[in-house]
C-alpha cells in the first residue's frame, strides 16, 4: 500500500528543515522565516481562488496542491502537524459549524 502523498510530503518537508538552503526550496522558506511563509501562504490562496473561479479544473489543481504545500510548511515551521490538524477536526465531528465558529473565543 503506498503511504498517503500528504504524510509523504510532511516528512519531506520536515527533511529539508534546517538543509541548506541553496539546496532546496523548502529550506529557502524556512531560511526567510515564518513571516515570508505565511505570506508565501497568502499569495498561494489568492492564487487558488482565482482558479476556481476561473473553472480550470487542472489550474485549481495545481494551485490547490500548492496551497496544501506552503499550509504543511507554516504549520511545520509552528511546530504543529497534520495530526494537530486532524485532532481538531476529529473535535469538531458532529459539532454544527455555526456553533462551532460560535464558541470560538475572539
Not at 541548506?20 to 487558488?48: C, M, N
Not at 494537530?84 to 459549524?97: F, I, M
Request: charged residues 25%; negative net charge; proline residues 3%.
Amino acid at each position: 500500500m503506498a503511504a498517503d502523498p500528504f504524510t509523504t510530503l510532511e516528512m519531506t518537508i520536515a527533511a529539508r528543515r534546517g538543509a541548506d538552503p541553496a539546496s532546496s526550496y523548502t529550506a529557502q522558506l524556512f531560511a526567510k522565516g515564518r513571516a515570508k511563509i505565511a505570506q508565501k501562504l497568502g499569495e498561494e490562496a489568492v492564487e487558488t481562488v482565482i482558479a476556481a473561479v476561473s473553472g480550470d479544473h487542472a489550474q485549481l489543481t495545481s494551485e490547490a496542491a500548492d496551497l496544501i504545500f506552503h499550509l504543511l510548511v507554516l504549520l511545520a515551521d509552528a511546530g504543529l502537524s497534520l495530526n494537530d490538524v486532524r485532532a481538531e477536526l476529529a473535535r469538531r465531528e458532529g459539532l454544527s459549524g455555526l456553533k462551532e465558529k460560535a464558541g470560538r473565543p475572539g
